[in-house]
T-cell receptor, first 115, second 114 residues
């Protein structure tokens, strides 16, 4: 199983502040994803990133969200102005292999708390 | 749009009992893939199995087994002789051949009591 790390493990921020969540896959992959899970709820898709561009995004992924691979290895999710309802666990995932339908392996998650 | 339904919210069993988790899905795709993930109390999402829509063979891995029935659009998961370490939330998920995202069910919380 490929290893994916995420930093930080827990982020506490004030409403309206910007946060950047980081994902570091150990080896090179083509497909990257962000999902979130509000406490006690289902896992929700945010965005998929393929070949250095967004391939699909959900309704949740509005203008306050952005993703990028700033240095070709890290994969980041930025929330420009956090809201209380952004409090959730954010998971990065990668797919190995050459297809978007390959198994997605998840990082340990970043717990975001917006006060 | 893909839809995955896990009607069982919580299941509680005593150790060594078998437990079956139901998963029913809806899709218009002819080619799709089904998954099960485990989320233990520590919070990470652990991949358990991937099954494509053309392979209806049941699969067994240790105490885990999966029953895929296309006729009823179900992909059920059974834990045999449950153990306390099996206590977790289990998610069923689906991805269509042209999708870039997993669609998850709501999850089933399994509690195994010693």
């Amino acid at each position: 199983e490929p290893e994916v790390t995420q930093t930080p493990s827990h982020q506490v921020t004030q409403m309206g502040q910007e946060v950047i969540l980081r994902c570091v896959p150990i080896s090179n992959h083509l497909y990257f994803y962000w999902y979130r899970q509000i406490l006690g709820q289902k896992v929700e898709f945010l965005v998929s990133f393929y070949n250095n561009e967004i391939s699909e995004k959900s309704e949740i992924f509005d203008d306050q969200f952005s993703v990028e691979r700033p240095d070709g290895s890290n994969f980041t999710l930025k929330i420009r102005s956090t809201k209380l309802e952004d409090s959730a666990m954010y998971f990065c995932a990668i797919a190995i292999g050459g297809s978007s339908t390959d198994t997605q392996y998840f990082g340990p998650g970043t717990r975001l708390t917006v006060l | 749009a893909q839809k995955v339904t896990q009607a069982q919210t919580e299941i509680s069993v005593v150790e060594k009992e078998d437990v079956t988790l139901d998963c029913v899905y809806e899709t218009r795709d002819t080619t799709y893939y089904l998954f099960w993930y485990k989320q233990p109390p520590s919070g990470e999402l652990v991949f358990l199995i991937r099954r494509n829509s053309f392979d209806e063979q049941n699969e067994i891995s240790g105490r885990y087994s999966w029953n895929f029935q296309k006729s009823t659009s179900s992909f059920n998961f059974t834990i045999t002789a449950s153990q306390v370490v099996d206590s977790a939330v289990y998610f069923c998920a689906l991805i269509g051949s042209n999708d870039y995202k997993l669609s998850f069910g709501a999850g089933t919380t399994v509690t195994v009591r010693a």
